[in-house]
């Protein structure tokens, strides 16, 4: 029902930020969906990263007060704004949708292929 496309991943130094864009292209209802993030490091399981439903997001231990997510229902497209990055933020990326947010990712039904973030220390 939806294909979801990251971008805005790249190599940045400890410190520096990054803002990863997601867009939505598909025949449902975007505004009636949770948008989220997950990320993959080498040799780790996958993890929550941030969720926003309606409108109170959610975060991680690991990345509180330093992301921040968004969605915007009028261009179908979710947002995570990345301060301060650090070398274990290194990562693949992946944006999600899905009915009720939440930090399983069997809470989603779609998934977008990612995208790489590199900090370098």
């Known amino acids: 029902q939806f294909q979801l496309t990251e971008s805005g991943g790249g190599l940045v130094h400890a410190g520096e930020s990054l803002m990863l864009s997601c867009v939505a292209r598909?025949?449902?209802?975007?505004?009636?969906?949770?948008g989220g993030w997950f990320r993959q490091a080498p040799g780790k399981e996958r993890e929550f990263v941030a969720a926003v439903g309606g409108y109170t997001p959610f975060y991680a231990d690991a990345v509180k007060g330093r992301f921040n997510i968004a969605k915007d229902n009028n261009r179908n497209m979710v947002f995570l704004q990345m301060n301060d990055l650090k070398p274990e933020d290194t990562a693949v990326y992946y944006c999600?949708?899905?009915?009720?947010?939440?930090?399983?990712?069997?809470?989603?039904?779609?998934w977008g292929l990612g995208t790489q973030v590199t900090v370098s220390s």
């Open positions: 999600v949708l899905g009915v009720v947010p939440g930090s399983l990712s069997t809470s989603y039904d779609f």
């Open positions: 598909g025949g449902g209802t975007f505004k009636n969906y949770a």
